[in-house]
Each structure stands twice: as C-alpha cells, then as structure tokens.
Nanobody, 119 residues
Framework: VQLQACGGGLVQPGGSLRLSCTAS????????MGWYRQAPGKQRELVAT????????NYADSVKGRFSISRNNAKDTVYLQMTSLKPEDTAVYYC?????????????WGQGTLVTVSS
C-alpha cells in the first residue's frame, strides 16, 4: 500500500495548515490511520490516530485542542487540520496506515511533508 501526503509548508505562528494523505493499492483494507512527526534532532512521535471504522481518535497531549484528525473512507484519505500552530510544531509530518493487504498485515508510511512554523 502506497501513501501520498501533501499540504505542508511555511506558516506563521498562530496560523493553520491542513495535511492530507491518500492510500492506494490493489486490494487492501484500513484499520488505523495516523500522523506522526519528527523534529530535527528528535525521535519520531505520535501526533494523532483515528480508527477507520470506529472513527475513534487519539491525540498527543501537545496537540490536543489545536489539531483535528479526520478521514474519508470512500477516498482512503486521512486529514490533519492544524490550528494555532507554534514554532515547536515544526517537523516533518508522516502519515501512517495499518491494515490488511490481501489478508496480510501491512504498516505503511508516507514520504513525509515538512511543516515549518516561523515568523
């Protein structure tokens, strides 16, 4: 399963950005979709996840109340709406999708999209 992410860029503190990530493949199902990020010199960390069927979401404490994850199952797409952005949100954001591909478990990562929060 391949993932294509887009929507990163440069934004001022307090601004907003929306990331999207679309999964493609031949015969697959999706269990969980999510976003992770990696800032320079730091480890990759969870930002948010959402259950494909349940719609139940989970957020890192650092983004609660500012970021919102959603999905469009018909389009196999996950979104991350980011508001009230802070300089510490600067990172490469990676989408992640887990599920079954021809019955076998897969764990796919997108190529990463850079978000820079700076004045």
């Amino acid at each position: 399963v391949q993932l294509q992410a887009c929507g990163g860029g440069l934004v001022q503190p307090g601004g907003s950005l929306r990331l999207s990530c679309t999964a493609s493949g031949t015969f697959f199902t999706i269990d969980v979709m999510g976003w992770y990020r990696q800032a320079p010199g730091k480890q990759r960390e969870l930002v948010a996840t959402i259950g494909s069927s349940s719609g139940v979401s989970n957020y890192a404490d650092s983004v609660k109340g500012r970021f919102s994850i959603s999905r469009n199952n018909a389009k196999d797409t996950v979104y991350l709406q980011m508001t009230s952005l802070k300089p510490e949100d600067t990172a490469v954001y990676y989408c992640n999708v887990q599920g079954r591909d021809y019955g076998e478990f897969y764990n796919s990562w997108g190529q990463g999209t850079l978000v820079t929060v700076s004045s």
